[in-house]
């Protein structure tokens, strides 16, 4: 999925960070993204299923750092550099943060099921779905209390390629990065 580590290889330049300034402005002239625009920017709109509606506006809260219900160009940046240049386990941090739909800090299971339909759609699995929660389960939840912690998801996902590859967020936003270079 979008996370590998070549995908944080691409340098963004000063000159990438200006240019992504110039359409900021013209695209939010307020200074700010709001939600809408965000689901705009990704292809959500009145065709798009309530749960991929709900996934981006994950994706927008884990964004809106100082939580005031948009996106300013600062918490914009911080968001394309850990999307484009962030560690490893910097974007693991931002996918947990994603996939905590209730925000406490741990998944439960209905919040690994959420995760597995959204990866699901992408990929051919040769596990039922109830099997394939019980193994991230069974995998990740060190102390079974069946909830995973942000250590325990981070760990879990450093040690199993496989639990890895099933936890990595993908929204595809380098490749709407460079297709936003590319319209200059």
């Not at 992504?20 to 700010?32: D, H, I, M, Q, V």
């Not at 993204?33 to 798009?48: A, D, P, Q, T, Y």
């Not at 948009?70 to 968001?79: L, N, P, Q, S, T």
């Not at 394939?132 to 879990?156: A, P, T, Y």
Request: hydrophobic residues 35%; proline residues 2%; charged residues 30%.
């Amino acid at each position: 999925m979008g996370q590998a580590q070549g995908a944080a290889d691409k340098e963004v330049s000063l000159q990438n960070i200006q240019e992504l300034y110039r359409k900021f402005a013209t695209e939010c002239p307020s200074g700010n993204l709001h939600l809408h625009e965000f689901k705009r920017i990704f292809g959500v709109g009145s065709n798009s299923t309530e749960e991929e509606s709900a996934y981006m506006e994950n994706v927008f809260r884990s964004f809106d750092a100082n939580k005031d219900g948009h996106i300013d160009f600062m918490e914009y940046v911080a968001a394309v550099h850990l999307v484009l240049r962030g560690k490893l386990e910097d974007k693991l941090k931002w996918s947990f943060k994603v996939y905590d739909r209730d925000g406490n800090g741990c998944l439960d299971r209905q919040e690994v099921r959420h995760l597995i339909k959204k990866t699901e759609k992408s990929r051919n699995h040769l596990l039922t779905f109830i099997k394939f929660c019980h193994r991230i389960f069974e995998l990740v939840d060190m102390n079974k209390d069946s909830q995973i912690s942000l250590e325990e998801f981070i760990e879990g996902a450093e040690k199993d390629p496989w639990v890895m590859d099933q936890l990595k967020l993908d929204i595809g936003p380098c490749d709407w990065f460079i297709e936003q270079q590319n319209k200059s």
